[in-house]
């Protein structure tokens, strides 16, 4: 069965320090991957999405940038972290469309 | 552009209450709509997916239902419980290989 891995679970990172979350679905070849950050009380905002190695669309200007050096691996990156940066970070992949989510990493920048 | 808005953004309902959620999107060309269930500080899970050709789905005391031509998802919750409480969003996808769209949610609190 597929199964998709995101951590840290929890972060608390000074501003300007670098950031680096990892993603990793198993049990599925191809997927599409996102990243997407939930802000206290809000909505999701969908930061980056990617349908293959290499290729990265980005949905808001920002802070973040995204990779994905493996099918199966995504990486959500900042130089130098800002305190708006600070929210609730979740992965997802999808297959056909149908979308399952990580547990979540909560940052904190202080 | 495809817009997803879920209303109420909270809700309160006693326990044992039947209840319906309301997601409506602005294009009707989907290819899926999908309901999640969010818990506090968690990720989301998957609840339910309608494919476009489909007319509902049904999972123990949840039913989803999809009406593709007046753009309307509704989740119907039975005999509603306290473990119920959480936040419920729909999102829908245009295509196979397209990002996936959410509504902001609706909060739901069962009163026991």
């Known amino acids: 069965s597929q199964t998709i891995h995101q951590w840290p679970a929890t972060l608390v990172q000074p501003v300007g320090s670098p950031l680096s979350l990892e993603c990793t679905v198993e049990g599925t070849s191809n997927p599409n991957l996102y990243w997407y950050r939930q802000a206290a009380g809000r909505g999701l905002q969908l930061l980056f999405y990617?349908?293959?190695?290499?290729?990265i669309s980005s949905e808001v200007p920002q802070n973040l940038s995204a990779s994905r050096p493996q099918d199966r691996q995504f990486i959500l990156s900042s130089k130098k972290l800002l305190l708006s940066d600070s929210g609730f970070y979740l992965c997802?992949?999808?297959?056909?469309?149908?979308?399952?989510f990580g547990q979540g990493t909560r940052l904190t920048v202080v | 552009k495809q817009e997803v808005t879920q209303i109420p953004a909270a809700l309160s309902v006693p326990e044992g209450e039947n209840l319906v959620l309301n997601c409506s999107f602005t294009d009707s060309a989907i290819y899926n709509l999908q309901w999640f269930r969010q818990d506090p500080g968690k990720g989301l899970t998957s609840l339910l997916l309608?494919?476009?050709?489909?007319r509902e789905q049904t999972s123990g005391r949840l039913n989803a239902s999809l009406d593709k031509s007046s753009g309307r998802s509704t989740l119907y919750i039975a005999a509603s419980q306290p473990g119920d409480s959480a936040t419920y969003l729909c999102?829908?996808?245009?295509?196979?290989?397209?990002?996936?769209?959410f509504g902001k949610g609706t909060r739901l609190h069962i009163l026991p």
């Open positions: 309608i494919q476009s050709s489909q």
């Open positions: 990617s349908v293959g190695i290499g290729q």
């Open positions: 999102a829908v996808a245009m295509n196979r290989d397209d990002k996936i769209i």
């Open positions: 997802a992949w999808t297959w056909e469309a149908e979308a399952f």
